[in-house]
């Protein structure tokens, strides 16, 4: 797990957010925020967590999309008295007992905590167990430039706020949730046998989704959920939703 962490600061670096990301920002101040930044049509771009360090917000990034993000903020910011810095602090993470100055997981409780000091890596858990079971996306696995966050689930894991107002993508968002039900997203499947990550999941030979993470005789699969009935294959593996 290696992140990166980006110091933004200046007397806009609130407003600026605010009108960006898909979460409310002023949470920052009760702990850890969990968010993402979407393309005007609604797509993922990234997602992080935010926290309060005296007059700075740290934004804790998956490193592998870290320079897209400073690009994309970079471009966002215009005028706005506001400045984007890397930082030299590391996270840590795990579920063994909380160390003091730790801050809880927004997403799900059994994430555990997130420590932002010297130290970087996690504490030995098998975080992907604890995804798989919680059906919790990770950057650049369930999450791709492709992702459209309701389907998901950042409504469950705390990541977008209805109530807050106007941000990027956020007409898209609104449109989505106030649909009668999704007809596309991730879920929880049982399977037998095991297929690489992004094999495509057939029923009766139609597309019925994606495969992607894989633990304990569970994974993650992105699914077309009129498709999802009864016994589907993906490569070897067989699969249902529970």
């Given at each position: 797990?290696?992140?990166?962490i980006?110091?933004?600061?200046?007397?806009?670096?609130?407003?600026?957010?605010?009108?960006?990301?898909?979460?409310?920002?002023?949470?920052?101040?009760q702990?850890?925020?969990?968010?993402?930044?979407?393309?005007?049509?609604?797509?993922?771009?990234?997602?992080?967590?935010?926290?309060?360090?005296?007059?700075?917000?740290?934004?804790?990034?998956?490193?592998?999309?870290?320079?897209?993000?400073?690009?994309?903020?970079?471009?966002?910011?215009?005028?706005?008295?506001?400045?984007?810095?890397?930082?030299?602090?590391?996270?840590l993470?795990?579920?063994?007992?909380?160390?003091?100055?730790a801050?809880?997981?927004?997403?799900?409780?059994?994430?555990?905590?997130?420590?932002?000091?010297?130290?970087?890596?996690?504490?030995?858990?098998?975080?992907?167990?604890?995804?798989?079971?919680?059906?919790?996306?990770?950057?650049?696995?369930?999450?791709?430039?492709?992702?459209?966050?309701?389907?998901?689930?950042?409504?469950?894991?705390?990541?977008?706020?209805?109530?807050?107002?106007?941000?990027?993508?956020?007409?898209?968002?609104?449109?989505?949730?106030?649909?009668?039900?999704?007809?596309?997203?991730?879920?929880?499947?049982?399977?037998?046998?095991?297929?690489?990550?992004?094999?495509?999941?057939?029923?009766?030979?139609?597309?019925?989704?994606?495969?992607?993470?894989?633990?304990?005789?569970?994974a993650?699969?992105?699914?077309?959920?009129?498709?999802?009935?009864?016994?589907?294959?993906?490569?070897?593996?067989?699969?249902?939703?529970?």
């Amino acid at each position: 797990m290696t992140r990166t962490i980006w110091e933004i600061s200046g007397s806009d670096a609130n407003s600026f957010l605010q009108g960006l990301i898909t979460n409310d920002v002023d949470r920052i101040d009760q702990g850890l925020v969990y968010a993402a930044l979407l393309t005007p049509q609604g797509k993922y771009i990234a997602d992080f967590f935010l926290l309060r360090r005296a007059d700075v917000i740290l934004l804790d990034v998956k490193s592998d999309i870290s320079d897209s993000l400073f690009q994309r903020l970079s471009m966002y910011r215009l005028r706005a008295d506001v400045t984007i810095e890397e930082s030299p602090i590391k996270v840590l993470c795990g579920t063994s007992a909380r160390p003091e100055g730790a801050l809880a997981d927004p997403r799900h409780p059994d994430l555990g905590w997130r420590l932002y000091s010297a130290e970087e890596g996690t504490d030995g858990t098998d975080f992907d167990a604890i995804r798989v079971t919680h059906c919790v996306p990770e950057t650049g696995i369930e999450l791709t430039p492709d992702s459209f966050i309701l389907e998901a689930g950042f409504e469950r894991l705390n990541g977008v706020d209805f109530r807050k107002g106007c941000y990027v993508g956020q007409e898209v968002t609104a449109r989505m949730k106030h649909k009668t039900e999704l007809r596309k997203g991730l879920a929880v499947v049982e399977i037998t046998g095991t297929a690489p990550v992004g094999s495509e999941i057939q029923n009766n030979g139609k597309a019925a989704g994606t495969l992607f993470t894989q633990s304990g005789g569970s994974a993650i699969a992105y699914l077309r959920f009129d498709r999802a009935k009864g016994t589907m294959r993906a490569g070897d593996a067989t699969l249902q939703l529970p």
